[in-house]
């Protein structure tokens, strides 16, 4: 089973970005809960935004209101739509599928 980010990038203070995962090779990918945590630099990784397999969301403070996580169970892909980005939003963004975690991708936010 593989984990694969895409989507990060440089872009400007008020922009938007939207990040992807694509499980491969899972099984039963609806069954697992998925998520987003992120990690700037000298700080620990902070968990943003969680979609149960109930389908119930939960966002940190941080994010919410701005960010919006999504999960297409045919396609075994889970998304995270960042709107109006601010430059502490920097970091770098894994996902996550239960217990498995993805490589990361860079998001840097530019004032």
């Known amino acids: 089973v593989q984990l694969q980010a895409y989507g990060g990038g440089l872009v400007q203070a008020g922009g938007s970005l939207r990040l992807s995962c694509a499980a491969s090779?899972?099984?039963?990918?609806?069954?697992?809960?998925v998520g987003w945590y992120r990690q700037a630099p000298g700080k620990q990784r902070d968990r943003i935004a969680h979609l149960a397999f109930s389908g119930t969301t939960d966002y940190a403070d941080s994010v919410k209101g701005r960010f919006t996580v999504s999960r297409d169970n045919a396609k075994n892909t889970v998304d995270l739509q960042m709107n109006s980005l601010k430059p502490d939003d920097t970091a770098v963004y894994y996902c996550?599928?239960?217990?498995?975690w993805g490589q990361g991708t860079q998001v840097t936010v530019s004032s």
């Open positions: 090779g899972m099984l039963s990918f609806r069954s697992y809960s």
């Open positions: 996550t599928v239960g217990v498995l």
